[in-house]
């Protein structure tokens, strides 16, 4: 698989992992409170923070360059902590990537797909 169609199909599955994110949201509160609360809320989002990390990490250097409006390497360093330190999380900080960061990066990769949807289709 060439490096454009590699990185568009990890960009898909990235938005689809910020999708799951804001479907725990909905499913179980809308609140730093409830998110510290349930420990399966904090399960469920880390491990689609973790997946989103690692699939950052298999993006192309030409992509990453390209995009560089995300923070690609604060993405894999978040992932590295839930992956290696998970004990150690950081409600708030975990709370503010999950209400902000990750629904600007989803906004963020569907453009791109739409764009690379675009050209295909010319």
């Known amino acids: 698989m060439a490096d454009y ?11 689809a992992y910020c999708d799951e994110i804001e479907v725990l949201t909905e499913r179980f509160g809308k609140t730093q409170e409830a998110f510290k609360a349930d420990f399966a809320y904090r399960n469920a989002c880390a491990m689609s923070i973790l997946q989103i990390g690692e699939l950052a990490a298999h993006l192309s250097d030409s992509f990453r360059n390209r995009y560089d409006g995300v923070p ?19 409600i708030a900080q975990t709370w503010a990537t ?3 960061d990750i ?18 289709n010319e």
């Open 98 to 100: 999950i209400t902000s």
């Open 5 to 15: 169609d590699k990185d568009m199909h990890i960009i898909t599955h990235i938005v």
């Open 103 to 120: 629904p600007q990066l989803s906004v963020y990769c569907n453009n791109i797909l739409r764009l690379h949807d675009r050209k295909d």
């Open 72 to 90: 690609w390497k604060l993405i894999r360093a978040m992932r590295n902590v839930f992956a290696h330190d998970y004990n150690n999380m950081n």
